[in-house]
């Protein structure tokens, strides 16, 4: 119960109290509300504005992650998000997604010469089945179709979404729910539990709490006095390449190594022009680098990877992006999404845009186990509702 120096009017109750506005969030508040939970969303900034507003959409099904010839852990977690995904797209799944853009309905991986041929009988087996085919002639993306392109291309079993439209439908689902908060307070009891969010004149009492703030979820574990799980950051420095004639492109670009040489993904942009969105080794080799340094490496792959295509007159910058997770020793990828109950909280990292439902599944049978079932109302918070982010193709070429 609130103190007499709590006025009534400043507490709203609610059954749960998620603290982050990207995707993990707006997909577990969605998932939540349509169960019968009140909620309250606080994203400190804008929806979307974090993590995922960076992110390139793909909704992967792990075939990047068994680039080195073998189905690995994180390939196994992952396969089945591409279907769960579209079945939402469809109309059919646990969220009404269709009206989102679909960017490209397949990725694609290629090779710019000849494939190793232990890759090709290992995208052709029995374990990749369904998930990769060799993909030729008039079924090759436009971007390849020129007599300089000697290499192999294959279709992928996953999907390309615009993440800021996902974003805003999201927030559709939200109802109410949303409330901006620049700096969230987080009231700790004496047994080290939560005991009320604190959002300027008001007090947010929640039956639990979760945090999906990613980058964020760091500064609440300290302001909450709590050190486990801790957090860590891979970092990546993202080339953008802006130009009005931009040929669609959604691409893994296979290397030497067990990682994409190059990423790329295509975004509209709100003059009508389109962006492509770079990651991929390039990305992750270009943490030390400068921009500068950086955007001529860039140029370097480009033009000699697709050099028939014309970029003489686009524009190029960079973007850093941090992707935060639960610490894992060696700085290495965790496999999974990662929830952890924490007294009456829980903590979460989704790890990749892909695996969004799959952190709601586990915060859900989380709840579960611990019993905790709708009992409150939606209160009637009267706060200011964050807005969607502004894409970062926008921010980034003004």
Not at 361 to 366: C, R, S, V
Request: glycine share 10%.
């Amino acid at each position: 119960m609130p103190s007499s120096a709590e006025p009534m009017s400043n507490v709203l109750e609610t059954d749960i109290c998620i603290l982050g506005g990207g995707i993990a969030g707006l997909w577990l508040n969605a998932r939540l509300r349509d169960l019968g939970y009140s909620t309250l969303l606080v994203e400190r900034g804008a929806l979307g504005g974090g993590q995922s507003g960076k992110s390139q959409g793909i909704i992967h099904g792990g075939t990047k992650y068994a680039l080195h010839g073998k189905l690995t852990p994180a390939a196994e977690a992952i396969a089945g998000m591409p279907d769960r995904w579209r079945s939402c797209l469809d109309g059919k799944g646990e969220l009404d997604l269709q009206n989102v853009r679909l960017l490209s309905a397949h990725h694609y991986l290629w090779s710019p010469g000849s494939l190793l041929t232990n890759m090709a009988g290992f995208f052709a087996s029995k374990a990749l089945r369904g998930r990769v085919d060799l993909v030729k002639g008039a079924d090759l993306p436009k971007v390849f179709d020129n007599p300089r392109f000697k290499g192999k291309v294959y279709r992928l079993a996953e999907l390309v979404l615009d993440v800021p439209d996902v974003i805003r439908r999201l927030a559709e689902l939200a109802g109410d729910s949303l409330v901006v908060g620049s700096l969230p307070q987080v009231e700790r009891r004496p047994d080290g539990s939560i005991d009320s969010i604190g959002i300027g004149e008001h007090l947010i009492k929640a039956q639990r709490y979760v945090m999906t703030a990613g980058e964020g979820n760091e500064g609440l574990l300290q302001s909450w006095g709590v050190e486990q799980p801790a957090m860590q950051r891979r970092p990546l420095q993202m080339v953008l390449v802006k130009g009005a004639d931009l040929p669609p492109l959604y691409a893994h670009c296979l290397g030497n190594s067990p990682k994409p040489r190059l990423t790329v993904t295509t975004h509209p942009c709100a003059d009508g022009q389109w962006c492509w969105y770079l990651g991929g080794e390039l990305a992750e080799q270009g943490v030390g680098l400068t921009p500068d340094a950086l955007i001529a490496r860039a140029r370097s792959e480009l033009s000699e990877l697709l050099p028939w295509i014309d970029l003489s007159s686009c524009q190029w910058t960079t973007l850093p992006v941090n992707r935060a997770e639960p610490a894992q020793s060696g700085l290495v990828r965790p496999d999974t999404a990662y929830l952890q109950a924490v007294h009456n909280v829980l903590v979460s990292w989704p790890t990749k845009l892909a695996l969004a439902p799959d952190l709601s599944d586990q915060a859900l049978a989380e709840l579960e186990r611990q019993s905790i079932k709708p009992m409150l109302d939606q209160p009637d918070a009267q706060l200011p509702r964050p807005r969607l982010a502004t894409p970062v193709w926008d921010i980034c070429f003004p």
